[in-house]
């Protein structure tokens, strides 16, 4: 079985930094393109498909990250780590260089699927080189890393439009990425112990196709074309099939991709659906409060998006204080703690809705934030403390894949509330009445979505279960402090 030692604590700190530049990288390019729509359509034309964009982005970032965790765990992580930051930086020049939204759009998928192997690989390096005390800390820088991506992005895409060329927004992702290669290239050494593996191409296959089947369902669905349409119902038929044949597969795969029995251990399943759960809460916050605010309020765009902004600057903050309470009190109860919190900042923005407030929206979405910062990274470390390393990058590409997951289905649901509110009101998306109460019943489906969580919680293990190492047959346990 592979295993991996990485060398001195003393090339943690270059190792850590090479991480969180390869996450800014991704998660900025989450952010910095939506500014400079206005200038790519003016330019290379093709209005109609611009919201490819960012669904071919997300959808190419979601579908590989489960192989690309098995084949973590196979060959180290630095090898995929690598590859991811090389292919994203080809898909940034070439993104660049795009001739017509077609090429823009297909270079945007490179992209993606580079990215779809740095974000699951920071995490999971980071999980291999910190110990369970230090972690959550460590998680808090990197959750910054997403926060500051909130504000930095439009603002730098809305500049370099306006004043040198959209095509800046990929092209300063050149250095960026070869600050990070040579920084996890260099810093970051691990010895893994080389075996035979049976690939499991045909349970990769399926799941990628099935996969990929649904998240573009759940994207598209209401907006490139009706739920109930041919291609709306192909999609999630092929989807289906195709992740029933996956089941099929892997339960006879001598290695596979994503291990049925992984997913039915309790701790990871948990920390996957609290990822979902958050995942449908924040895409549903960051996509309807800014045009809520300003269809209501007038405010301009850029203090509707401090607005979400506060969702990010507490979650940080928690993220890195949560230790200290999960190191004494356990991973449930700690995470119990911060998704009461969140669903009480949830239940504060629903409830102010029909009473358009700055003020309250931003408190609202800080509490919110704060709240995600003491569950998600306690049950992220929950989840890879419960395992060796020969299976860490596995489940913590079962969390990155459940955000996604988690992130497309609230896409779906959240817009098919806003716009059957709309469509009873029968006054349409411009009226400001129609926009804040289809708002307001957006902020209770999430404050829904936020409260049920409460029950996945209450399943999570106080402590993750003991692990034994594959090699020595040695168990490890995690104690709370005295």
């Known amino acids: 079985m592979a295993r991996s030692e990485v060398g001195l604590r003393s090339e943690r700190g270059p190792i850590l930094l090479g ?25 290379l034309g093709g209005f109609s498909q611009f919201p490819w964009l960012f669904s071919i982005y997300l959808l190419a970032q979601a579908v590989l990250v489960p192989v690309y965790s098995k084949l973590a765990d196979m ?43 740095v974000q699951p690989m920071s995490m999971t390096i980071i999980g291999d080189i910190y110990t369970v005390e230090e972690r959550a800390r460590v998680q808090g820088y990197v959750a910054s890393i997403w926060g500051m991506a909130s504000v930095v992005g439009p603002a730098l895409g ?16 050149v250095p960026v990425c070869i600050l990070a290669l040579v920084l996890i290239a260099r810093g970051y050494h691990e010895t893994v112990a080389h075996r035979r593996h049976r690939i499991d191409v045909p349970g990769a296959v399926l799941l990628t ?29 092929v989807g289906i099939l195709a992740l029933v044949g996956f089941v099929l597969v892997e339960r006879r795969a001598a290695e596979p ?19 979902g759960a958050v995942g449908a809460a924040t895409i549903g916050l960051s996509s309807y409060v800014p045009t809520y605010l300003q269809r209501t309020l007038g405010t301009s765009p850029i203090v509707s998006g401090l607005a979400v902004a506060a969702l990010t600057l507490g979650w940080p903050i928690a993220a890195a204080l949560a230790g200290r309470l999960y190191l004494r009190y356990g991973f449930r109860t700690t995470c119990l703690v911060g998704i009461l919190v969140s669903t009480t900042g949830a239940i504060t923005l629903a409830a102010v809705g029909m009473t358009p407030s700055l003020i309250a929206v931003m408190i609202a979405c ?34 990155a894949f459940g955000r996604s997951i988690g992130s497309a289905v609230g896409a779906a649901v959240l817009g098919a509330v806003a716009n059957a509110v709309i469509a009873i009101s ?6 400001p009445h129609a926009v804040t109460v289809a708002s307001t019943w957006v902020f209770v489906a999430v404050a829904v979505f936020v409260a ?21 047959g040695s168990i490890q346990t995690i104690e709370p402090a005295a």
């Open 158 to 173: 809305g500049v370099f439009s306006q004043f040198l060329t959209w095509r800046w927004i990929f092209f300063v992702n």
């Open 366 to 399: 800080f509490v919110t934030g704060w709240g995600f910062g003491w569950c998600v990274s306690p049950a992220l470390v929950a989840a890879q403390s419960s395992v060796m390393w020969n299976e860490r990058g596995v489940v913590t590409g079962v969390q």
């Open 75 to 117: 060959v180290g992580r630095k090898p995929i780590m690598i590859f991811g930051i090389l292919l994203f930086l080809v898909g940034s020049v070439l993104c660049g260089a795009a001739w017509n939204m077609t090429a823009l759009i297909v270079f945007r998928a490179v992209q993606g699927l580079g990215a779809g192997a």
């Open 257 to 275: 991709v994503l291990s049925l029995e992984v997913l039915s251990r309790r701790v990871v399943l948990t920390a996957a659906l609290v990822a």
């Open 209 to 237: 196709v099935g996969s990929s089947s649904v998240i573009l369902g759940l994207l598209e669905g209401g907006e490139g074309w009706p739920w109930l349409s041919v291609p709306g119902v192909a999609v999630f038929v």
């Open 19 to 43: 991480a969180m530049t390869s996450t800014a990288l991704i998660a900025i390019d989450s952010t910095i393109l939506a500014t400079a729509v206005p200038s790519v359509v003016k330019d």
């Open 452 to 472: 049920l969580t409460i029950a996945t919680v209450l399943r999570m293990p106080r402590l993750p279960p003991p692990k034994r190492d594959p090699i020595t």
């Open 426 to 431: 029968g006054r349409g998306s411009s009226d």
